[in-house]
């Protein structure tokens, strides 16, 4: 279905597809666009046949970042207004999805582009796809997304990137830690495929806990981190999800969340 013009939701198999649809405008982030994703991640969130959220793009771009056309705008309601503060709304709700996410990129990626891909839990991306953080080279600071860029950038690699905006192929983004794979252009879908299944062997309950704990852990003290965590495991360990589990394992059966072959 069409959630905003720009933006489509699929389910199918267990998996969410949300897709800037926006090719004759590089898939921009305007109010549309972002208003469009966060009320299909919501969408995707409180749907229990969803198991996983794939982002994309179509076209040959996955996203351009901030519409600079709108930005330039005086109006209240441009990019420059309002968009930063929309799109860290954007950025929370990926980040904090109670379902696995995963970007799919098989199309360049610009600016604030780059902040989706890092705040998907994984990220695929085409041999073909470039990467640049061009917002210096138009007179801005990547600012917002630096929030989640940085934390899987490689500090070095950081600030060759961002201080450069130098447009890089995917395999350069791969080594400096922001995505998990490139693969052949024609070999995307079926990576990505290969992934939605992988995370659909994981309880939905174990799945949202382990991204809180991803996120929580390295902001505590280690004291903090000990007693927070073994509070969480004893919670987890007491739930059905974990019985159902446990019990399949020791009988050496699929537990009920798993997909069913065939």
Known sequence: MTIDETIR?????GAATITIDNPARRNVLDAGSIGGMRQALA?????ESVRVVVLTGSGNTFCAGADLAGATSA???SFAGSGPRALVGLLEDILDHPKPTIAKVA?????????LVAACDLAVAADTAKFAFSEVRVG????VISTVCLAKLHPADAYEL???GE???????LRAGMINRVVPAEAIEAEVAALIGQLAMGGPQALAATKELLRKVPTMSRTEAFGWT???SAQLFSSDEARAGMTAFLSKSSPPWAPTSG
């Open 140 to 143: 801005v600071a990547p600012a």
């Open 162 to 164: 961002l201080l450069t």
């Open 167 to 173: 447009r890089v192929p995917a395999e350069r983004v």
């Open 43 to 47: 969408t995707a969130a409180a749907d």
């Open 107 to 115: 199309g360049h990626v610009a600016g604030g582009g780059n902040g």
């Open 9 to 13: 939701y699929q389910v199918a198999d």
């Open 75 to 77: 109006d209240a309601e």
């Open 230 to 232: 073994a509070d969480l």
